[in-house]
């Protein structure tokens, strides 16, 4: 008999198979057993009827537990009142392995952190299903389209030297004999010479931060692209980030509006997203929010309330630009026009999701870029092979950060980012 | 004046054009000035005569250094010499930033530790170039073969508690208020709770391995895929993966004749890598590097100088099967028929390459399995969670690890895998 997934079922009509999966619920009317059966692509109720499947079948089907690992026979039936419009009758069913325990995740209400100390089964409900689903989609369509942009892929180390932005929040390693080494929390230096040997780059990798902050946007370990290209400034910048974003959506709303539903996820809003993107100076966003009563004053970074606020007033992702040069890394371009601000922009999610993006014009002037290290105190002697990139060839060039989890949550519409991972560290998890 | 990838500078001839790169080497025979550009794209020759440019023109090239950053523009000329069949007639050049050094990286040879230690302007010479595009052809087709066969990506932790393969080679990191974390040398454990959610999973990441290991086959930090598939044997997995590495071979030699040919690799072996691979029993291959005098003995690990040896004698990637257990991780399945050996399989490289796969059966029985925790003694308090998932719908299952670095340096031709990732990390090197 033919094994079979459940999601090509379609083209099996009529067929007697074999489904290879977990029975994830079962209810019962006298004789006749509903079993709903997951196989990882899909999923389908095959009805088993006492009288036809005998009575050894019917006895293993009495017993099975849930979470039971199966191989199911039967003939694939069409049924329109079925979710994906089939329906399998039993033939016989096949026990590879029956828990003697009941399955922690029943269908009442857990905590979330019930559920995150048992994340290696809740993966299997159907939210997180829903979710990596939609990842996977997600990190594809950010993948092709920068392989389709003539982007070079470069990874960047996770083990550095000193160097980056804020040691503050940095994870520190023994490393051999050479003292301490640390965790990366931007590639972004290491991609800012491969852009100029490529022009083009990116990277996409896992990305670290000791920040001692337990917010719904928080995880100290996630998913970060960067981006970087050479003979660009910020608004070149831009214009490849809304095109990103909007590319990245579309692949979403394309693939995964049944997945979206799962996640009760009010699609109007996504469609909207399309090119271009609003954009706001950062002091006209800093008068915008006085009037709505922020504390906020000309000089401070936006705080996560303040970008809620903020984002609440555009119906598209909006990029917020120019920001004070004291609020913002030693990197950024000082912007000529006014030399307090620098050549940036942070692209906030709407719906109040606030940051997905953080992005600038790199300041490519050795002098600017020397007096601003030595202004943060920086230690001048782990740049040295940065300043280089100043020495040899150096051109106008800009690039961004773009948070994969951050991304998602505002795209699937949750409110927690440690969904958007399959296994989410926090600073006070790391099990399992 | 349209700006033009050098990429794409065949659609432009007879057209004047400018191109935004860098000035890679120049040669002068009188006023005549032949000046090498690439701009990350591609490389093309730009000739300037004096009459033509004009004395200001003529004066600035002449002082061009090397890696100087330029904006060159002219018309785009056929020309069948070329090695791109293209040559520009420069009209001018705008100087963006003339390097006041040297350049470091002369024509001349330079030792490896002069090349690592300016990695951040070696990546600009052609030979790791042509490596890097096809380190991105070799990702993307690595990703397009598992999505194209419906396999959900799960990103799985770098941080995680005291769980893995060998705690003698775990980097740590002080993890806030819970103690130490460690970094994943391996995903498996955590593929094997998502396969059991969504059949067929797989990764792909940097991991890290702190062994004091100085040869040209380690680094600290490398890129690894795995995968792992539910309700699958070590036969199907082993199928998996010669049809993944024979994609990712297609596509590099689809689309890297010119970069395969800068590496000097000769790409007679790799038309040979066809579907099947060669299979030889761990007890046979024993037998054959005795009879070549290797000092092997049943029940001993292949070593490295093993591996060389037996690859020498196959013309495809081989599979070797069936190790014996005492030298296999604690997790792989007991061979029914032999049970002091495992179903497992490493794939060796031919060409003297050695191992680029490991895989296995998973042991799915939960008693079979606490045995060998406590046999190896492994800290049976942090397996708790991996425990759960032969308790709850256990089933047959299979997966494996490829090393894409080792998997590029055989691709490639290269002795040595530090040449195969952007910044090498080395037990003495995480600079820059």
């Given at each position: 008999?033919?094994r079979?997934?459940i ?12 489904i290879r ?13 509903f ?14 009827e006492e ?26 039936r069409?049924?329109?009142r ?8 039993v033939?016989?069913?096949?026990v ?10 029943a ?9 995150l ?9 159907s ?15 950010f993948?092709?389209f ?13 083990l ?8 503050g ?5 023994p490393?051999f ?5 640390y ?19 990116y990277?996409?990798?896992p ?18 692209l960067?981006?970087?290209?050479a003979?660009a400034?910020?608004e ?6 809304e ?15 049944d997945?979206?539903a ?10 909207k ?13 800093v008068?915008a ?7 906020i004053?000309w000089?401070?970074d ?6 809620t606020?903020l ?6 992702p ?7 040069k004291?609020?913002?890394a ?19 999610a709407?719906e ?8 600038s ?14 202004e943060e105190k ?11 990139l ?12 773009i948070?994969l ?12 980012i ?12 790391i099990?399992p």
């Amino acid at each position: 008999m033919e094994r079979v997934l459940i999601a090509d079922i379609g083209s099996h009509v009529d067929r007697d198979v074999e489904i290879r999966g977990w029975l994830y619920n079962i209810r019962s009317k006298g004789k006749l057993h509903f079993l709903q059966l997951r196989d990882g692509s899909g999923r389908i109720q095959g009805v088993a009827e006492e009288n036809t499947v005998g009575p050894a079948y019917a006895e293993a089907i009495r017993g099975l537990k849930m979470e039971a690992s199966v191989k199911v026979r039967g003939r694939v039936r069409r049924d329109e009142r079925a979710p994906t419009g089939f329906e399998l009758t039993v033939a016989d069913v096949e026990v590879v392995q029956n828990p003697d325990l009941d399955y922690p995740i029943a269908k009442k209400e857990h905590g979330i952190d019930f559920l995150l100390e048992n994340r290696h089964l809740w993966l299997r409900s159907s939210r997180p299903h829903a979710m990596m689903r939609i990842r996977d989609t997600a990190i594809m369509a950010f993948r092709l389209f920068f392989h389709e942009e003539g982007f070079l892929l470069i990874d960047t180390p996770i083990l550095t030297g000193s160097i980056g932005e804020s040691a503050g929040t940095l994870f520190e390693v023994p490393y051999f004999d050479l003292g301490t080494a640390y965790l990366a929390q931007t590639g972004q230096l290491y991609l800012e010479a491969a852009c100029a040997a490529y022009g083009r780059v990116y990277n996409f990798g896992p990305t670290f931060r000791a920040e001692k902050s337990k917010t719904r946007r928080h995880l100290t370990e996630f998913w970060m692209l960067e981006a970087e290209v050479a003979y660009a400034d910020n608004e070149d910048n831009m214009r490849l980030q809304e095109r990103m974003v909007s590319a990245v959506v579309t692949a979403v709303l394309a693939g995964h509006r049944d997945d979206l539903a799962v996640l009760e996820r009010d699609t109007t809003p996504l469609e909207k997203v399309t090119v271009p993107f609003d954009r706001q100076d950062y002091g006209d966003a800093v008068k915008a929010l006085q009037a709505k009563g922020s504390a906020i004053q000309w000089g401070d970074d936006l705080g996560g309330e303040d970008e809620t606020v903020l984002t609440k007033m555009h119906e598209r992702p909006v990029f917020v630009t120019n920001y004070p040069k004291k609020a913002k890394a030693f990197y950024m371009k000082e912007n000529p026009a006014n030399p307090d601000t620098v050549l940036c922009s942070d692209l906030l999610a709407p719906e109040g999701y606030g940051e997905i993006i953080g992005g600038s014009q790199r300041e490519d002037v050795l002098e600017k870029l020397l007096a601003r290290i030595r202004e943060e105190k920086l230690p001048e002697e782990s740049y040295g092979w940065y300043l280089d990139l100043r020495k040899f060839g150096s051109v106008p060039h800009s690039g961004y950060g773009i948070g994969l989890e951050r991304t998602l949550a505002w795209i699937c519409g949750v409110q927690h980012i440690r969904e958007c991972i399959p296994f989410p560290r926090t600073i006070s998890r790391i099990y399992p």
